[in-house]
Structures are given as structure tokens and as C-alpha cells.
């Protein structure tokens, strides 16, 4: 009787949180249902990657080739470059966004002026609302051979100063980590300004009592208080650390010759798809990038685990 007492005991108990917490399960619905539908039940079609596959017979029964679709990723001799490009683009999108989040995120927190605060945020979170498509098509008409700037400049007398940004592929690592600064950093900053007002003021206000300036407030007060949030983005960060913003290097690079040092894992496996309609191939650069980014979040958040465990995801 006492057993089955305490086997009900648990089902009570869960039912009563269900229900105490039912808005928020409630809330909850809608992105795990999308979860499930867009991330869960696409996965058996990572088999293509092992198929040659053709429209006729489907996914289940295509033909099995093996690695052959991974042996044309190693014949094409651009794994390395892709990954490489991959990679660097994100680990500079991650540091740098990291730096001035946090840093606008402490500026706005200080700023005194409360109705130039808020213009402030709204101007830095526009950007966000902005498409790559219409920065593409603002770049191209400010940057462009016949652009504005070159216009102004040939208008002036000066045509051997003219700046042929779509012609040289060295620009644009720098030109693509600043627009993607520009047009992330005030999304960003919300998460880190949300922290900030979750410090305690009292602890500001005894800091002041003992004689802090506002720099030393910073280094000692606010950024502490910020590590853990700042270990748990890098994370979800680092968790896509292979995947490109396909939107940004897709619109914004126009030619093949820019290709050298724009090209990345998203980008490649989109045209692969487009110009040789081998899904084959395709997902096998899909699943080699999935793998990486499986082995590389498993890896950091281990590491962190060790170091300090109440700031690991899991």
C-alpha cells in the first residue's frame, strides 16, 4: 500500500506543476511544435548524403553509393578553404560582436539621459530590421564601379583614386565582419543590458560609498556579473560555429572571382545544389558541416564543464 502510495506521490507532483506552470508550457508550444516539424522529422533525409539519388525513386529508394558523394568533396580540393573560411568568418563575427555588445550594452547602461537613451537603442537596433538583400543593393550603388562614391570622385578629377571594391577579393573579409557588426550588435546588446539591469544596485551604491570610479564599477562590478551570460551566448555562438549567415554571403558577394575569400560551407553547398541538382552532394557537405558543429559545441561546452561547471549548457 505504502509503494503504491509513493508511485502516486510523483505523478501528483508533476500534474500539480503542469498545472502551476501551464501559461508558460503553453508558450512553449508553438517553437518546440516548430522545432519538431522543421528540425526533428527532416533527419531521415540525412541519408541522401549515402545515395545517389535521383527524383523518381525518392529518398528511401535510391540507389546506396557509399562515400562517393563525400570522395567529390575531398576530389573538389575546396574542403579545406571553405572550412577555413567558415570558420575564421565566425570566430571574428563572435569576438568582435562580443566586444561591442558588451560594450554598448555599459554605455547605455551609464547614460544618464533617459529620452537619449532610447533613441540611441532604437537607432543601433534598426539595422537589425534591415535585409541583406537591400544592404547588397545599398553597397553595390555606394561601392560599385559606376557607384556613388567613384561618381563623386571622377566628378572631382580624381579617376585614379577610384575604388573598385567588387574587383578586389581582399576587401571584403574586413568589409563583411563590419556589416556584420553594424547590423547585429544592437540585437545583441538587449541580451547583455537586459543582465546589466538584473545586477543589484545596492552593490553600485556601495561601490560608490568606498570611493569607485565609474571605470572601476565596470571591471569590477558589472562585467563579473556579466560572465556567466557571456559564457552562455558564446556558446549558442559556438554552436554554429561552421554555419555561415548564407543571407549576408550570398547577397553581398557579386562575381566568382570573390569567391577566394567569401565562400563558405552555406554558400557552396546552395550552389552545389543549384548547378549540378545533385542532392547527393549537397548533403554530404550538409552533414560534413552538422558533424562539425556536433563535435565543436560538445567539445567547448565540455571544456567550460571542467573549468567551471554552473556555466556549461548542459
Known amino acids: 500500500m505504502r509503494e503504491k502510495q509513493k508511485a502516486a506521490a510523483p505523478n501528483r507532483s508533476l500534474w500539480k506543476d503542469i498545472k502551476k ?11 518546440v511544435t516548430m522545432a519538431v516539424i522543421f528540425c526533428y522529422i527532416p533527419m531521415p533525409g540525412v541519408i541522401i548524403a549515402f545515395k545517389k539519388y535521383n527524383y523518381l525513386d525518392g529518398i528511401f529508394g535510391s540507389e546506396w553509393n557509399g562515400f562517393d558523394n563525400f570522395r567529390y568533396l575531398l576530389i573538389s580540393k575546396k574542403l579545406w578553404s571553405l572550412t577555413r573560411n567558415t ?10 560582436g562580443l566586444v561591442f555588445e558588451v ?4 554605455i547605455l547602461n551609464e547614460m544618464l539621459h533617459l529620452r537619449f537613451k532610447k533613441i540611441a537603442q532604437s537607432l543601433m537596433f534598426l539595422p537589425h530590421f534591415i535585409s541583406w538583400v537591400v544592404v547588397a543593393t545599398i553597397m553595390l ?29 581582399k576587401y571584403w573579409p574586413i568589409v563583411m565582419v563590419a556589416l556584420k557588426t553594424w547590423k547585429s550588435v544592437g540585437y545583441g546588446s538587449v541580451v547583455y543590458l537586459a543582465a546589466i539591469v538584473g545586477i543589484s544596485p545596492e552593490i553600485n551604491e ?5 570611493g569607485a570610479n565609474i571605470w ?17 551566448m558564446t556558446l549558442l555562438a559556438v554552436g554554429g560555429i561552421f554555419r555561415g549567415d548564407f543571407g549576408m554571403f550570398y547577397q553581398l558577394v557579386k562575381g566568382q572571382h570573390l569567391l577566394e575569400a567569401s565562400d563558405v560551407l552555406d554558400t557552396y553547398i546552395y550552389r552545389t545544389m543549384m548547378s549540378t541538382s545533385n542532392m547527393g552532394w549537397s548533403a554530404a ?13 560538445n567539445v567547448v561546452n565540455f571544456t567550460v564543464k571542467k ?8
Open 21 to 31: 506552470n501551464r501559461t508558460r508550457l503553453l508558450m512553449l508550444l508553438v517553437p
Open 87 to 96: 570558420l575564421l568568418y565566425n570566430i571574428a563575427f563572435i569576438s568582435i
Open 103 to 106: 560594450g554598448i550594452a555599459i
Open 141 to 169: 550603388n555606394i561601392f560599385g564601379d559606376h557607384g556613388v562614391l567613384n561618381n563623386i570622385l571622377r566628378s572631382m578629377g580624381f579617376e585614379g583614386f577610384n575604388i573598385y571594391a567588387y574587383e578586389n577579393a
Open 206 to 210: 556601495a561601490a560608490k560609498i568606498d
Open 216 to 232: 572601476q564599477r565596470i571591471w569590477r562590478i558589472t562585467i563579473p556579473c556579466l560572465k556567466p551570460t557571456i559564457v552562455i
Open 285 to 297: 557537405a550538409g552533414l560534413y558541416q552538422s558533424v562539425l558543429c556536433f563535435i565543436t559545441i
Open 307 to 314: 573549468i567551471e561547471p554552473d556555466y556549461a549548457l548542459y
